[in-house]
């Protein structure tokens, strides 16, 4: 299928470009030709009537959700997206759609649970493992996003042709991974050189009973009494 057929070329865009992309899907490799808000709004009409029919076809749920991104409903975008990966947990370019476009944690965590399956069920995959790494360094965790590229690539298992751009995207990750933990130190130095500044404590302040007694006392002292000498 049409979808199938650009998978390729979304992983391998991914690679170059090492970072989670937001490209644009076509079945050709040409940018398609921008379409109006009304055919878009036509297209999902008919496609949400077919989803009615054949709710189990995740490729419905993949172009209804291209069709939503083109018309700016991002949100309902990512709900297509993941819609389509929990019918199809191999739709790999579902996936990378969604890591480019939601910014729902519990959403991306479900994806990654079930790409984390997958991976278990087919460890060899390499688009499965770029797909995970890509949800994994949109959660910000970039070492196991690395990981899961770096098993694979000492597995053997990454084609010739495609290990100079794995092992680009793994030395990018790793940039990052490297690049959060010593923003990671700095902030905790920086908490802790706080603490130590801890300001000279304020010197007690006499209470108005001191005051009072010291007041009372001053009254009862007469010439020649208590401090003041008797003789000259």
Not at 74 to 88: D, G, M, N, R
Not at 100 to 115: C, F
Not at 130 to 143: H, I, P, T, Y
Request: proline fraction near 6%; include cysteine.
């Amino acid at each position: 299928m049409r979808i199938k057929a650009t998978l390729l070329a979304l992983g391998l865009l991914c690679l170059v470009d090492a970072v989670p992309a937001c490209a644009q899907v076509s079945g050709s490799g040409r940018s398609p030709q921008p379409q109006s808000p009304e055919v878009l709004a036509s297209e999902l009409r008919l496609l949400r009537e077919q989803v009615r029919l054949h709710p189990e076809d995740c490729q419905l749920q993949y172009r209804i959700g291209e069709v939503l991104r083109n018309l700016g409903r991002t949100s309902e975008a990512t709900v297509a997206y993941a819609s389509a990966t929990k019918l199809s947990p191999d739709l790999y370019v579902a996936y990378h759609q969604l890591s480019g476009l939601s910014s729902d944690p519990e959403q991306l965590d479900e994806a990654i649970a079930r790409l984390t399956a997958r991976c278990q069920e087919k460890p060899d995959e390499l688009m499965g493992r770029v797909a995970l790494s890509e949800m994994l360094e949109k959660r910000g965790n970039f070492q196991l996003a690395a990981r899961v590229l770096i098993d694979i690539t000492y597995a053997n298992k990454v084609p010739e042709k495609y290990k100079a751009k794995v092992s680009g995207r793994i030395h990018h990750l790793l940039a990052l991974a490297k690049s959060a933990q010593q923003q990671e130190v700095t902030e905790v130095t920086v908490a802790e050189e706080q603490l130590d500044v801890v300001p000279s404590p304020l010197p007690a302040q006499p209470s108005k009973r001191s005051i009072a007694s010291a007041k009372m006392k001053d009254a009862r002292e007469v010439k020649g009494v208590g401090k003041v000498p008797l003789l000259p």
